[in-house]
């Protein structure tokens, strides 16, 4: 499938930044070129062709209007050697335009999609925010490439008290890896199939990776907007929008929802809010929140009357 083989390449190169051969894309370049998931950028000057039992490099003259390249063969002088162009042409990656597929691919509604999608330069990706089942809840998805090269700073974005929990990253291949805040990662192979020619996603798997999610949500009339800071609670008749650092407080207390509670002084500094609840909500904050009774300084959502 295509797009796995497009990870694959990810995986495989070293910077994203570096120009590709053909080689490079594994017999696929004429299919990236044609979805622009890369774009023509020059081609090789110098080539190395074989002469008896070594290889010697020789210089290469281009011919744009019949797209060929030639070069004097140096085990046969006097002998002229033409190849199509596309053989020493050099490739930019063009992930915006891979992305823009996925996104497609998903459903991923336009109001969902990430505004700003790099979070680790050349490592992880956030496409946007995918709909659980028909709920208000939204899972983000990520794409993440060499994740064992930058996996301490793929934790803590992943735990950034500002980013949703319980996600799903698409990666190359399977791995077997434990990611905090519930989220969990996924095959992009596994995820997006070809179906009668026409590549679609697998709503059946899509639908078994959400229902988690959407799992330890008792009551379908709680939720929580990350992107606008819209906390909905079953014992508040109306739902209300937080904005700034209280949008980042209740965000954390929201992914912590299914534990006991959390203690203030780690929420402060995770999220660099003021010394207490008082500081940050002011005196109305217990509408939202409520003191663990016996455990100074622990607090959770209030999620009942």
């Known amino acids: 499938m295509l797009h796995s083989e497009y990870l694959l390449m990810l995986e495989r190169t070293r910077s994203l930044e570096e120009r590709l051969s053909s080689d490079d894309l594994s017999g696929h370049a004429a299919d990236f070129l044609a979805r622009r998931w890369v774009i023509a ?7 190395l062709v ?41 490739y930019a990656i063009n992930l915006d335009a891979w992305m823009d ?22 490592h992880l990706w956030h496409l946007g925010n995918i709909r659980v089942g028909n709920t208000h809840r939204h899972a983000p998805v990520y794409l993440a490439r060499r994740m064992n090269v930058a996996d301490q700073d793929l934790r803590q974005a992943l735990l950034n008290a500002k980013r949703p929990s319980q996600g799903i990253v698409l990666t190359a291949h399977d791995v077997d890896i434990e990611l905090p805040n519930s989220h969990q990662t996924c095959g992009i192979d596994r995820l997006l199939v070809n179906s009668g020619g026409d590549i679609t996603y697998d709503a059946d798997l899509l639908h078994r990776l959400l229902k988690g999610i959407a799992a330890d949500a008792d ?78 300084g622990y607090y959770r959502l209030r999620t009942r009357q």
């Open 219 to 296: 009551d379908p009339d709680e939720y929580f907007n990350a992107e606008i800071g819209e906390l909905k609670l079953a014992c508040l008749p109306e739902p209300k929008t937080f904005k700034g650092k209280q949008k980042e407080v209740i965000a954390m207390f929201w992914k912590a929802r299914q534990q006991h509670s959390l203690k203030w002084s780690e929420v402060t500094t995770r999220t660099s809010c003021g010394k207490d609840p008082d500081s940050v909500f002011g005196p109305d904050w217990s509408v939202w929140l409520e003191r663990i009774e016996g455990q100074r």
């Open 50 to 90: 074989p002469v008896l039992d070594i290889e010697q490099e020789v210089e290469v003259d281009v011919d744009d209007d019949l797209q060929t390249y030639c070069y004097q063969s140096p085990g046969c002088r006097g002998r002229v050697v033409t190849r199509p162009l596309a053989d020493i042409t050099l």
């Open 101 to 122: 597929e996925i996104c497609n691919l998903l459903e991923i509604e336009p109001s969902q999609r990430a505004r700003r999608r790099e979070v680790i330069a050349d």
């Open 41 to 47: 950028d020059g081609h090789l000057t110098h080539i």
